[in-house]
């Protein structure tokens, strides 16, 4: 039974649960609705929740679990290796499981055929549905059986037992239906539990975050000692060990981009977010604000393939090569320039709400004492909107810390400690896409220092992100 | 501004209303200049995003439309079906390079045909004007159509990349005559052939519906999976972040307490939302596949991680427009005897729902765009076959449409730098559409209270 | 009516120092004021009075270009002042407006310092040759607000820490320290508790030898206490001008009475 066709018959069980309840509801009050304690409906609805929720929340469990059970299980059965070999091990086991399921299907194998399926000539068979394996001894070839006879029995016993939730939860609920049952309290108390445990998902996430970070981040200070990571000035990871993983030259290259980017960005993004504001009419900001928006809703990639594209040759070209500053169109300047033109309608849109939510009393206050519209911008708007200001600069300074593609586009590869802006530089996003996208093997240094790097970054966006939302919220409710 | 060496600075004259004094008409300059600051800045802004818009543009539009060759190829039984017996099976057998030969020898045919041959060009590179991607097509029609075997079919079939990108101005003589794929007599020859009108350029409907291609077949390289791919992932984000926001943001709004726990989970959503895209990529490449064993490349990993980046702008949205809701309508249904619940549920969410829909759709055109974390959890693999109809496909590998634009960008040949931008047209149409779609929302229900 | 208290009557030199005719105004297409003629006279306090939305703010506004600043504002008609048409293209309503002052309804101390608070105007219109000038400026616009003793410890603190009374003071003083020739003051006490206006009744009372003052507000009790000459408003018209006593002991218009007496407004 496939998943989509589990998560429907529970649908219509409880579907079903909400007629039988609210008929039951007013079969138990004679007919007469008005005995019930709370509308038939809320029976109905209290039918349908208890047969519906417990048995999906299984299910997800259960979907979550399964793989980690299956794992462990089969695991056992491998011959013990270290954590890196027995884990490309077991991603062998799991194609040759997808494999021999597959296989069962197109040439209609019956189970006992499969258990007598010998290692030899297998591959070519496996390849010819799709499944490419790199090695096979008997064992793996045993471990994907007992993968796959696992995974089959489990998934039997997760129709039957999320089936039997159900069931039992539509019982339970037809079973405590009566007349003064307060249906309505109850199931808005159930609401209730679901409410909260929606809002918790963003709290599970940023532990999900940090734990992911941290744990792994230990695993990597384990393999290499933290002092190199954060004191050692140079990076160069080798493919067979060996390698040196200092986190400067990326902080550097990061800092150095996003310096150039706010240079750019910030005094366009504000000027343009005071004219519209200020001097703009209200037609002309009725179109500019929303067309900002979409600006704003420009994918970064797009900004990328921008920079490897135009912006980068027309640097080098025009810049680099005749001031004989580098031959490269992946530069700094590229990626700061392009990552500037990014936050603009970031800067512009998030200035331009501060300065309008600075009073129109000063404004008056200003005019009223003969000063032009620009001594009240510069001597009484900006002052007073100075920290929302700050705060939206804080907050881009954070994105373009945490920018990945605009730098992996537009800023090179080569991890460097240098002041000029048209060489090729690289930071901390790069490197945890290419230490995570590359080859080498997960368990180590070299792929583990991504995440190393990765809470780094967090670490750093999030205490801008703190400061400036602090900052933000504060001067909020100075004017509110 | 202040100007204490001023000698007119003492206070007007009467009188001087109708003559501005020289300080006046210098603060009045000052006034113009950073008005026409302003407006600089505006022009600026607005000619960057010009620039980078055709830029995309200029590049990507030729990405539509591709150089087709067509011919008539008669099936020689001989080769696509050696036992003669049309067997599909027996058929199957015959790899693409037998269709290679058939689309060979007619190629040189219609060329003869056209009076076009010329000395100094072999039959082998007479067939290199064609892509090779041909043959697979042709194989892949008669296996669907046996009855074709023997019979002259009409078979129109995509250009070579280097033979497009001459009629598209990308490929000039100079650089064929260093190009190994591609030689300037074969370019002279595929100009004669567009002259007969072998030869046209016509809309590619391949390159929205059909799969990628690998790095040597530029012209064939579609979107169809990533657009997939990257529906199935929109799918999963609505159908998990729409409820659960919208309960997160109910209980936040409605319910809390206002207390140091709330204020925490407060910042944290904030927070969320300003964490880097490419962290939440770490997070669902430790948790989903490493923790849960989810596999690589497949939407409802992509799908999940997406919902995760997105819950904290829908929930900034719904929370925005539920507060919106005056305070008098909750008043009225609890005056009348309703539960806080009903009264949420019945007056307050259908009001805020127009603010609800146009954060959603927002979130999820942020989702739409978003490239780094998927590159994170595998999906740069190159993936030519259309995952399976959901839910299975859900575990299918797929690619999605950002993430596509970034594999093109990291392929040599410079056609895909065209597909590339073609790519983000696309993605920039959904875009589009989508806001467009948010803001008349807003336009539409927006109310004053 | 007899528990209000009388300002002196001396107008002295009764030379008119501006004159409106016929002004009308109008936001968008509404008609907000109708007709209006009244002529104010130097060293004297003017009250405008009349019930909430009758047209008082807005002329008041008018008389320092303030409406140019709110979009989709008309103004028809001529005011002049000292006879120079005030809305005559050649005009810089910045240079009117340091002639013309205002103090507006809420408090509005700009987020800076006390003393720069009050050294803006001068500032911005270059009346200091040095910072010892300005300082000079500054000490007399506080004195005169009567603020002087109460803030001269903390001059640097923030105009926004001090309290309603004290911040209303600032801003007088802020609007007397670029010395201008009237001084508009729109409902100034109805954010102030009584005795913070009885402090500025006081204060508007020794600005009249100075300045010509005019002031807009809601209660008749003041504006019988601060003025010389009442205007009263009504539905966008001026219905009566004249001398305070006048105006409250003998109006000649029946609306004037009913709004007195408390049976309009």
């Avoid at chain 2, 590179?125 to 046996?146: F, H, W």
């Avoid at chain 2, 609800?356 to 927002?362: A, H, R, S």
Wanted: hydrophobic share 50%.
């Amino acid at each position: 039974m496939s998943l989509g066709i589990l998560v429907l018959a529970v649908l219509i069980l409880a579907a079903a649960g909400f007629l039988a309840g609210r008929r039951r509801a007013i079969s138990s009050a004679g007919g007469d609705p008005r005995r019930l304690h709370s509308l038939p409906g809320h029976y109905g609805q209290f039918a349908a929740l208890l047969t519906a929720v417990p048995a999906l929340a299984l299910l997800a469990v259960w979907l979550m679990a399964q793989p980690m059970v299956i794992e462990q299980r089969v695991a056992s059965l491998l011959p013990a290796g270290d954590a890196s070999t027995s884990s490309l091990v077991m991603a062998d086991v799991r194609r040759i499981s997808t494999g021999l399921q597959r296989l069962a299907v197109t040439d209609g194998l019956s189970p006992r055929d499969v258990a007598g399926l010998s290692p030899e000539g297998l591959a070519p068979r496996l390849r010819a549905v799709g499944v490419a394996v790199t090695s096979m001894g008997p064992e793996t070839l045993a471990a994907a059986r007992a993968h796959r006879d696992l995974q089959d029995r489990l998934g039997f016993w997760m129709v039957v037992s999320v089936l039997a939730t159900s069931a039992a939860g539509l019982g339970l609920a037809l079973a405590r239906i009566r007349p003064d049952f307060r249906a309505r309290n109850t199931t808005e108390r159930f609401v209730m539990v679901i409410l909260i445990a929606a809002s918790l998902v963003a709290v599970a996430t940023t532990v999900g975050i940090v734990m992911s970070l941290l744990f792994e981040t230990m695993n990597f200070f384990r393999l290499y000692p933290a002092q190199d990571f954060f004191l050692s000035l140079t990076w160069n990871p080798q493919f067979r060990g060996g390698s040196d993983l200092g986190i400067w030259p990326l902080l550097w290259g990061t800092m150095y981009i996003s310096f150039i980017a706010l240079l750019v960005a910030v005094p366009i993004g504000l000027l343009t977010a005071i004219y519209l504001a200020e001097y703009a009419g209200a037609r002309a900001r009725s179109w500019a604000k929303p067309a900002i928006e979409i600006l704003a809703g420009i994918p970064t990639i797009v900004y990328g393939l921008f920079a490897l594209v135009t912006v980068g040759p027309a640097l080098r070209d025009w810049f680099a090569q005749p001031l004989g500053l580098g031959a490269s169109s992946s530069s700094v300047m590229t990626a700061g320039l392009v990552m500037g033109i990014m936050l603009i309608p970031f800067i512009s849109s998030l200035s331009d709400d501060i300065i309008n939510a600075v009073p129109q009393s000063l404004r008056d206050g200003s005019y009223g004492l003969g000063a032009t519209h620009s001594e009240t911008v510069k001597q009484v708007i900006l002052p007073a909107a100075l920290p929302g200001i700050v705060g939206a600069i804080l907050l881009g300074a954070s994105r373009a810390i945490g920018e990945t593609m605009i730098v992996v586009l537009g800023a090179g590869a080569a991890a460097k400690l240098s002041l000029n802006p048209f060489e090729a530089m690289t930071t901390v996003t790069v490197k945890i896409v290419s230490q995570l996208t590359g080859d080498t093997e997960f368990a180590s240094p070299e792929t583990l220092v991504a995440f190393a790097l990765g809470l780094t970054l967090f670490a750093i966006t999030l205490v801008l992100n703190v400061i400036a939302l602090f900052i933000v919220r504060k001067y909020r409710e100075q004017y509110e | 501004m202040t100007d204490a060496t001023a000698p007119e600075a003492a206070p007007p004259e009467p009188g001087s209303l109708f003559a501005p004094d020289a300080r006046t008409r210098r603060r009045n300059a000052a006034e113009r200049r950073f008005r026409a600051y302003g407006l600089g800045a505006v022009i600026l802004s607005i000619l960057a995003l010009v620039l980078l818009l055709t830029s995309v543009i200029g590049n990507g539009a030729g990405a539509f439309r591709q150089t087709f060759i067509a011919i008539p190829v008669t099936l020689d039984a001989a080769i696509v079906d050696p036992r003669g017996n049309r067997d599909i099976e027996e058929m199957k057998k015959v790899t693409t390079i037998g269709y290679g030969r058939q689309l060979e020898a007619s190629m040189v045919a219609a060329v003869a045909a056209a009076g076009l041959q010329s000395e100094g060009i072999s039959d082998k590179d007479i067939a290199g004007l064609l892509s090779k991607e041909a043959a697979a097509g042709l194989r892949n029609r008669v296996l669907a159509d046996p009855e074709l075997v023997g019979q002259t079919v009409e078979v129109r079939a995509l250009a070579n990349g280097r033979v497009d990108g001459f009629f598209k101005g990308r490929v000039t003589m100079e650089s064929a005559a260093l190009d190994s794929n591609i030689t300037p007599e074969q370019l002279v020859l595929a100009q004669r052939l567009r002259e007969a009108g072998l030869i046209t350029i016509a809309f590619n409907p391949q390159f929205l519906f059909g799969p990628d291609a690998s790095e040597l077949r530029p012209e064939a390289a579609g979107l169809g999976v990533a657009i997939l791919g990257s529906a199935y992932m929109m799918f999963i984000v609505l159908v998990l972040a729409l409820p659960i926001g919208v309960a997160a943001s109910i209980y936040l709004e409605e319910f809390a307490p206002k207390n140091r726990w709330t204020d925490l989970i407060e910042v944290n959503i904030s927070n969320l939302a300003a964490v880097p895209s490419i962290v939440f990529g770490i997070l669902g490449l430790a948790i989903f596949i490493n923790f849960m064993g989810l596999p690589q490349s497949a939407p409802i990993v992509g799908g999940l991680v997406l919902t995760l980046m997105t819950l904290p702008t829908i929930i900034i949205a719904t929370r925005a427009s539920l507060k919106a809701v005056p305070p008098s309508i909750r008043d009225a249904a609890l005056g009348v005897g309703a539960s806080k619940m009903q009264a949420i549920f019945h007056h307050v969410l259908p009001l805020a729902m127009p603010g609800i829909l146009t954060g959603t759709i927002i979130g999820l055109a942020q989702a739409l765009g978003e490239t780094a974390p998927l590159l994170l959890i595998g999906m740069v693999a190159f993936v030519r076959e259309f995952p399976a109809a959901p839910p299975e496909g859900f575990f299918d590998p797929a690619s999605a449409l950002p993430v596509q634009v970034f594999n093109f960008t990291q392929r040599a040949d410079p056609a895909f730098v065209e597909r590339a931008s073609g790519a983000i047209i696309v993605l920039l149409v959904f875009l589009v559409a989508m806001n467009t779609v948010a803001i008349i929302l807003r336009r539409r229900f927006e109310r004053r209270w | 009516m007899d528990d209000i208290r009388y300002a002196e009557r001396v107008v002295s030199a009764a030379e008119v120092k501006i004159a409106a005719s016929r002004v009308q105004v109008f936001y968008g297409l509404n008609h907000a004021l109708k007709d209006v003629d009244v002529e104010i006279l130097g060293k004297t306090v003017t009250a405008f009075i009349g019930p909430s939305g009758c047209g008082k703010s807005t002329f008041l506004r008018c008389l320092n270009r303030m409406n140019d600043t709110i979009p989709g504002c008309r103004i028809e008609g001529r005011i002049t002042l000292d006879g120079h048409d005030i809305y005559d293209p050649r005009v810089d309503p910045v240079q009117l407006r340091a002639k013309v002052g205002m103090v507006f309804q809420k408090p509005n101390p700009f987020p800076k310092s006390i003393y720069d608070n009050v050294a803006y105007g001068p500032r911005i219109h270059g009346l200091a040759r040095s910072k010892a000038e300005i300082d000079e400026i500054v000490e007399t616009a506080l004195r005169r607000a009567a603020l002087w003793e109460e803030v001269k410890d903390r001059l640097a603190a923030p105009g926004t820490g001090l309290s309603g009374g004290q911040q209303q003071r600032l801003c007088i003083a802020r609007a007397i320290a670029t010395s201008p020739e009237v001084l508009l003051m729109d409902e100034p006490c109805s954010a102030l508790d009584p005795i913070a206006t009885a402090q500025i009744e006081e204060l508007i009372d020794e600005l009249r030898t100075q300045f010509s003052v005019v002031i807009v507000t809601h209660s008749m009790q003041q504006a019988a206490r601060v003025s010389q000459r009442t205007a009263f408003f009504h539905l966008g018209r001026l219905v009566e001008y004249g001398e305070t006593g006048q105006i409250f002991t003998n109006p000649h218009d029946p609306r004037t009475e009913s709004y007195i007496s408390g049976r309009i407004g």
